[in-house]
């Protein structure tokens, strides 16, 4: 594949989108999905056929379009007509329609903040193009930054483009991409590996899911590009089973991509070869940590090793491997094709770029955004969620999932990035955020979250597998009212323990939650405390 | 000043100079040089996966805890083994291991000669702050000489490891989560009907409590012997 003959298909499936005088777009990513969205797109398929307009309208199906809350979302093109809530009932009105005055009680308002505010780049052909159809992600623009940098560039050239961009994971940790490129670049051996981490497991958290279902060309086009840069010549995705749609959409593009020459020997003409491979896993939280992924990859039990080495000079069978998440993957391209430059405009200082979250809880507006880094957790709550519903108050929102913590109302001022959210004593996580109003107790919360983290501990340390469990027995005497002053010594103490004693980042981070509400709801732990000895003790 | 890449470390460790040589971990130097740190998923012989948690030390400065049986000494290291944060760290977790399971000292085959029981003694752990779990496991007795009981089982791996890396039969293994884990022989079948033990022992000998022990011995005969290890490791790696 030469650029020329990239250039043709993605003209001649241009022309052939713009033949016709209407695009219908059908999500079709799992949630609106799960509101029958695949009986509406049949529906206007039929509907088109039988009314005879197969040559002016193209009815197809999209990624998710980010209003989940208003799903099944059908988008009209080029009109810029948002549908909410639709049923096949609602097709022959909106085909009747067509071109005149739009449905106004299904019609979503594209001019409110939760579309005008937010700013895409991993999203960007989400809702746009069809998933299953490589042809469509190339009229996009797909694959020419990967041409571009076979032929053009050096691999340490798309490093340097890659860490002039700034990009940081956007796993979690936000660890500096570039750097670990290079690093595995660097790194000894014939043999490297390449892995994408589409493990996601926090509750409430559905980013990565809904990229692989909605683009999942791009995030093989930025594993072929880092596979290039570090000398790679194997990748795995790394997903777990719960997500079957996400792995089809994914291996369908796997055998698109291998078709069309962009995996495989010599790919585009080039002395360069990767191969992709699927790997499911169980559903294991765990496995989203590296170490636990690369071990439950070679086929063993998913438990976290000790670090150092590190996957980049030891990771998958012993051998130099870069581990990135999906969404650092779906952002390489643009940069590749934008330059580093172009996407260090925006975000903050340390922060650059956008920022993908599942806006779910109490909040109008739940479902999938983008926004520029530096945001205030303000913006997102409020203009682009909408606030919180039903007339109730905010409480907090709770970023990072089960290993992040709690933001009060007074802290929401705070700009979205790695830094600010660590110094709160939460984190920017893979990104969950979910806003809670002020009919939940925050004992509660807690305990939810870990709950989650000691059902979902490996069992491999001490402090991981039994603190938990003992941290949630606490906090289950709070909400009974049976705390006393000295359980919530121990609480604390034993929350420090586990923070600083266990093995992996997982287990780390697992006090968080409590102790982020202990820090901004303290008062309803001490609300909670029994305040007089009970008669027999006396 | 050492310059970089001498094979010779020197850091300090509670204020006094060490050295060690690039294979060495915190926890060598520690032993040979007298200073106490304990340990109960660690034995000499074995790969070392720093997973009890009890050998933890302090880096001065970064206040970071590391596992001083999986971490080599960097050049200029100032480490800390023992002050009141650590003592009281590793008691902790000593007591949310009493907490886990049956440990009661009196009825077990390896009162007096447990692991878990001296930790404790020599850490001054004279009560449990925490509920006690015990969560019911079964006792599998299937094996002609050797049972095992889980509730016994503290999960240090030792079994898994020296059954894999000595024995080379990587009978053992684990499964479930959290509190639910437990070592399984083969696909979770009984001791007795496992086509890929050898009955060597090897397992029962490392095991650091009452967990694995044979068949038919008391209290007192059911002392566990490990010197065979360290020989057996280093002739697996070819010395003599």
Redesign the interface.
Same mark, same amino acid.
């Given at each position: 594949m030469t650029n020329e003959e990239l250039l043709a298909i993605s003209e001649k499936e241009q022309e052939l989108q713009q033949q016709v005088r209407y695009r219908i777009m059908v999500c079709s990513s799992t949630g609106c999905l799960s509101s029958r969205s695949d009986e509406i797109l049949a529906a206007l398929e039929a509907e088109v056929k039988q009314r005879g307009l197969e040559n002016e309208v193209l009815v197809k199906k999209v990624g998710c379009l980010g209003l989940c809350a208003a799903g099944p979302i059908v988008s009209i093109q080029p009109d810029g007509i948002l549908y909410k809530e639709m049923t096949p009932e609602d097709v022959p009105a909106i085909l009747d329609r067509l071109g005149g005055e739009p449905l106004e009680e299904k019609r979503i308002d594209t001019h409110q903040p939760f579309f005008t505010r937010q700013k895409k780049n991993a999203l960007e052909n989400a809702g746009v193009v069809d998933p299953e159809r490589i042809e469509d992600y190339i009229a996009t623009g797909g694959y020419a930054a990967l041409i571009k940098v076979l032929t053009e560039f050096s691999p340490s050239e798309v490093i340097q483009e890659v860490q002039k961009s700034g990009l940081r994971g956007r796993g979690g940790a936000g660890y500096p991409t570039g750097l670990k490129w290079s690093t595995v670049a660097k790194a000894e051996g014939e043999q490297k590996f390449v892995v994408c981490n589409a493990d996601e497991g926090d509750p409430g958290a559905f980013m990565d899911r809904s990229i692989l279902e909605s683009d999942p060309h791009r995030v093989l086009e930025g594993m072929i590009i880092a596979a290039y840069a570090v000398g790679a010549n194997q990748g795995y995705v790394y997903v777990r089973a719960e997500y079957p749609l996400a792995v089809k959409r994914f291996r369908t593009a796997i055998r698109q991509a291998e078709k069309m020459g962009f995996l495989g020997q010599n790919i585009c003409g080039t002395p360069f070869s990767f191969k992709v491979d699927v790997r499911l896993g169980a559903g #294991?939280f765990v496995c989203g940590e590296e170490t636990a992924l690369l071990q439950s990859v070679e086929g063993n &039990?998913g !438990?976290p &090793? $000790?670090r150092p080495p590190y996957p980049a000079q030891s990771g998958l069978f012993g051998k130099p491997t870069l581990v990135n998440n999906v969404e650092t993957y779906a952002n390489i391209p643009a940069i590749l094709r934008n330059g580093g430059e172009w996407f260090a405009q925006t975000g903050t200082e340390k922060s650059k770029g956008t920022k993908v979250f599942a806006l779910t809880g109490k909040v109008k507006n739940t479902g999938l955004i983008e926004v520029p880094m530096g945001i205030t957790l303000r913006e997102i709550v409020y203009d682009i969620g909408g606030g919180v519903p039903d007339g109730r108050k905010f409480k907090a929102v709770q970023t990072g999932g089960p290993s992040g913590g709690c933001i009060p109302e007074e802290l929401l001022d705070t700009p979205v990035d790695y830094e600010s959210l660590k110094a709160l004593g939460s984190m920017m996580g893979s990104g969950g955020m979910i806003v809670i109003d002020d009919r939940s107790d925050m004992i509660d919360v807690a305990r939810y979250f870990m709950e989650f983290s !000691? @059902? @979902?501990?490996?069992?491999?340390? %001490?402090?991981c &597998? %039994?603190?938990? %469990?003992?941290l949630y027995?606490l906090l289950g005497k709070f909400q009974r009212r049976e705390a006393t002053e000295e359980d919530l010594k121990?609480l604390e @103490? $034993?929350c420090d $323990?586990v923070r600083? #004693?266990? $093995?992996c980042g997982l287990g780390q981070a697992a006090p968080n939650p409590i102790l982020s509400t202990l820090k901004y709801f303290r008062e309803e732990y001490l609300a909670k405390i029994r305040k007089s000895t009970p008669v027999e003790e006396a | 000043m050492m310059t970089p890449g001498t094979a010779v470390k020197t850091f300090t460790m509670d204020g006094k100079p060490f050295s060690a040589t690039e294979e060495e971990t915190i926890l060598d130097v520690a032993r040979e040089n007298g200073i106490d740190i304990p340990t109960l998923c660690h034995l000499e012989g074995i790969l070392p996966t720093g997973q009890c948690r009890l050998c933890m030390v302090e880096i001065q400065g970064s206040g970071r805890l590391v596992p001083a049986c999986a971490t080599k000494p960097e050049e200029g290291m100032d480490i800390i083994t023992d002050n009141p944060r650590l003592r009281n760290y590793r008691k902790m977790i000593v007591e949310l291991l009493f907490s886990e399971r049956n440990h009661i000292c009196a009825v077990c085959v390896s009162n007096g000669h447990c692991e878990l029981q001296s930790v404790a003694q020599r850490l001054g752990v004279n009560h449990v702050r925490f509920a006690y779990l015990h969560p019911r496991f079964m006792l599998d007795g299937s094996h002609p000489k050797y049972e095992v009981d889980h509730n016994r089982c503290i999960l240090c791996g030792r079994c898994v490891r020296v059954c894999e890396e000595i024995e080379g039969a990587h009978t053992r293994d684990l499964r479930n989560r959290g509190i639910r884990t437990m070592v399984i022989t083969d696909f979770d079948t009984p001791w007795g009907e496992s086509p890929t033990c050898t009955g060597c022992g090897k397992c029962v000998h490392v095991c650091p409590t009452g967990a694995l022990a044979e068949k038919g011995k008391s209290v007192a005969e059911m002392a566990k012997r490990r010197h065979f290890l360290p020989y057996l490791a280093m002739r697996r790696r070819g010395g003599k």
């Open positions: #294991a &039990r !438990m &090793r $000790l !000691m @059902e @979902e501990s490996c069992g491999k340390c %001490v402090p &597998r %039994v603190g938990t %469990v003992q027995n121990t @103490e $034993l $323990l600083s #004693a266990s $093995l | -």
